[in-house]
Structures are given as structure tokens and as C-alpha cells.
T-cell receptor, first 110, second 116 residues
Framework: DAKTTQPTSMDCAEGRAANLPCNHS???????VYWYRQIHSQGPQYIIH???NNETNEMASLIITEDRKSSTLILPHATLRDTAVYYC???????????FGTGTRLKVLA | GAVVSQHPSWVICKSGTSVKIECRSL??????MFWYRQFPKQSLMLMAT?????????EQGVEKDKFLINHASLTLSTLTVTSAHPEDSSFYIC????????????FGEGSRLTVL
């Protein structure tokens, strides 16, 4: 079973920040949090990952709570091309075995 | 960035035939590749883990004789759907772990199989 829970869907206005939450209350100490997105009929695209500290790259920011039981993916300026299903995955370091949950269907509105 | 390519992108076959799908890591070596399938409006379901030079490890409920996986080199894994039936119609996706990378997997574009 997936170890994460995410809202089924969210809407975001174009140009605004999209904040996608994820609960992973049973996360273990050696498990990383990974975020991917899947645009219709394509393979998932890597966005970002982290262990404890907040992370930022050219695509997004990842905020992980201090107790690591939840995290938030932030797309700072959403565009129409960010419309996709976003998956939050927790996986132990070294196994790379991802179990996908249902994800959040983000719709960016013009 | 790391590129994983699948071939074919889509295939239509008759019931009872076998179909082979290739997954290649184009610019890196992958000791481990994973195969998923995805039904419409559903999430990805892990089918098996493919390690170069050894037998694949299948998830519970996945028939290893039905879905043959071969990982003969560090850049190629193949999935063969044997004696395909309409219920095997799905989107098959592979992913690869880059040797020495920090942990993220790289996914192929997916292969859509339709069995008539």
C-alpha cells in the first residue's frame, strides 16, 4: 500500500503559487520524499526530493515538516503546462522501489 | 538530464500473440529497472524489479510466466507480454536507476498496448 495521502484534485490560477500537500505520517528515518508529475499519457517526470531539509530547484520547492510526517510541493508560478497529476512518494534510500498512490490532479486555470 | 526511452510507443496486437516492449537508458547505465502498468484513470502499479544479469523480482499477483522480463545489459530491459489478452491492454512504463545517482528514478515515455 502507498504510504502517502494526497488530495484528489486542486485548482490553481495561472501565475499563482501552487501548494500541493502530502501526508506521510508513517515515514521511517531512512525514507526520502520524492515528487513526480505525470502529464496525460506520458511517463512520470521527476521534480524534486528530500530527506529532512527543505529543497529548491529550478522547478519547485519542497517543504518538509520538522517531524517529517508531511510535506508540501510548491510550484512558485504555475503555468498551464503544469496541469498534471502530482505524486508524492516515500521510499527508503537504496531501494528505489516506488509505490505510487493516487496523486493530486492539479489543474491550472487561465 | 538522464533519458529513458521505450519502444514501441504504442502497439496493437491480436489476442494470443506475444508483444515485446523495450526500455533503454540512453545516456547512463542502469543496474536496476522497474516495470509498471497503468490502467485508465488509475495510478501506476509496480509489476517487477529488473536487475542486470539476474532474474527479475515480481510483485505479488503479477504472473512471471505471463510477463517475461529480461535485463541483459546495463542499458536495456525488455518486457514480453506472452499470449496477450484484451485484459492485458494497458499503459506500460519503465523506470531506471542511474548508477551512482542520488536516488531519483527516470521514467520512460510509456508504451500503450491494445490487445484486440
Amino acid at each position: 500500500d502507498a504510504k502517502t495521502t494526497q488530495p484528489t484534485s486542486m485548482d490553481c490560477a495561472e501565475g499563482r503559487a501552487a501548494n500541493l500537500p502530502c501526508n506521510h505520517s508513517t515515514i521511517s528515518g531512512n525514507e526520502y520524499v520524492y515528487w513526480y508529475r505525470q502529464i496525460h499519457s506520458q511517463g512520470p517526470q521527476y521534480i524534486i526530493h528530500g530527506l529532512k531539509n527543505n529543497e529548491t530547484n529550478e522547478m519547485a520547492s519542497l517543504i518538509i515538516t520538522e517531524d517529517r510526517k508531511s510535506s508540501t510541493l510548491i510550484l512558485p508560478h504555475a503555468t498551464l503546462r503544469d496541469t498534471a497529476v502530482y505524486y508524492c512518494i516515500v521510499s527508503p534510500s537504496g531501494t528505489y522501489k516506488y509505490i505510487f498512490g493516487t496523486g493530486t490532479r492539479l489543474k491550472v486555470l487561465a | 538530464g538522464a533519458v529513458v526511452s521505450q519502444h514501441p510507443s504504442w502497439v496493437i496486437c491480436k489476442s494470443g500473440t506475444s508483444v515485446k516492449i523495450e526500455c533503454r537508458s540512453l545516456d547512463f547505465q542502469a543496474t536496476t529497472m522497474f516495470w509498471y502498468r497503468q490502467f485508465p484513470k488509475q495510478s501506476l502499479m509496480l509489476m517487477a524489479t529488473s536487475n542486470e544479469g539476474s532474474k527479475a523480482t515480481y510483485e505479488q499477483g503479477v504472473e512471471k510466466d505471463k510477463f517475461l522480463i529480461n535485463h541483459a545489459s546495463l542499458t536495456l530491459s525488455t518486457l514480453t507480454v506472452t499470449s496477450a489478452h484484451p485484459e492485458d491492454s494497458s499503459f506500460y512504463i519503465c523506470s531506471a536507476r542511474r548508477v551512482g545517482a542520488s536516488g531519483e528514478l527516470f521514467f520512460g515515455e510509456g508504451s500503450r498496448l491494445t490487445v484486440l
